[in-house]
């Protein structure tokens, strides 16, 4: 078991990870957009952008392994396909290349007269390499990131949000539709908190952190279990204090910004407040987070490839995976984003069902049953959500799908696979012949 030292340490390491650019905007919109119903709308949102995340860190300690070892239950194909889509979507296709992208557009274009091709390339390289340098050191990310990074970036964030409360650029203002009483406030920050997708980056970080440990020498499965459950618990404590704090920077500032986009909320306040020292401290912020979850994605992706053969190594696998990143961050990222998110939309429920089902799994008599069919309704009314939100379904399908309850909020999947998954599980318990499984972990 690792000192209580290593474990805040790893608890702020699994805090870096989650906390990237689209986590540093998202809470200043829901704080603009909520105004005095604040309370209930961060409630909401930290359920969903915090618990998911955190339930699934928990589930890959619980089994040992990564979504590949989650989906055990299906068919090999299908969880091999599950996870090549997993790992490419929010890897180089999406996540990785976004982080440089962002980190250039929201901490670097400030400070130049206007956005060029040129300055995107050398900001891009300089962000890549910095990448590469750590994920080649990963027995020192723990040190790197958990010791020295993370304090860093809560420092430039506590300094935004702090400030934010204690001079309001102005007074609160009234919530907007959809926000008008408590339940309204709080399931628009539920549905905001589950589109934040984390819960797809748990699957990979988790892998991530499950190595760390057993390169400290933790490689018994239980006491693996218990310190990512108490990292994970500090990880999620830092989570909302931020979330919370950046909140209220959105909510004390959309009143003077007129704006509830992110990037204007957090730009306008910190340079009405601080000046030039605001937008440094903010663009370190960003720099920061951007680039701990890059380490992160790269490191996932790059161990992710070497599962392919052993001749692969984390030198060439991370070399290969940092260059297709930064090839896309320049030339493609636009068109992909317009694949990657249906993908991912497509992914998020699915995986949302993996990690429910990875906690009930030794209570099911016929798991095998249970996992195939309730996965098969989840996958068809994932893709059924993408191609409507893509726009390409029939007129006769699209007008089923809106007969679903959910169906605005991306929740067209939830009652399906619950009834589902209660049919599935019933068949299994009154099935003579099953077997119980011993529980995981």
Known sequence: MLNRKDIFALGFMIFALFFGAGNLIFPPELGALAGTQFLPAMLGFIVTGVGLPLAGLIAVAWVGGG????ANPLPKFVSALLTFSLYVAIGPFFGIPRTSVVTYELGVVPFLSGPSQTSLMISSSIF???????VLRPGKLLDIIGRFITPLLLLALATLSISSII????PVQRPAPGYANFTDAFVQGFLQGYLTLDALGALVFGVIILHTLHARGLKHRTAQLQTVTRAGLIAAASLTLVYTGLGFLGRNSFGAVGAVDGPSLL??????????????????????????TSVGLVTAFSEYLMTFSKRLSLPVTGIFTTVLGFAISIVGLKTLLAIAVPVLMFLYPIV??????????????????????????TALFSLW?????LKVLPDLLTAVYKVFPLVEQNLAWLLPVLITLLISSSIGHVSRDSIPEKRIG
């Open 67 to 70: 979504i590949s070892t989650l």
């Open 128 to 134: 890549f390499l910095v990448t590469l340098y750590l």
């Open 167 to 170: 001079n309001p650029l102005s």
């Open 267 to 292: 730009q306008r306040y910190a340079d009405d407040t601080f000046g030039t020292s605001g937008l440094v401290i903010l663009g370190i912020a960003i720099l920061l987070a951007c680039l701990t």
């Open 352 to 377: 949302i069902v993996l990690i429910g089902l990875t906690f009930v799994r030794s209570f099911l008599k016929k798991p095998k049953l249970v996992y195939r069919t309730t996965l098969f309704v």
């Open 385 to 389: 959500s993408a191609l409507y939100s």
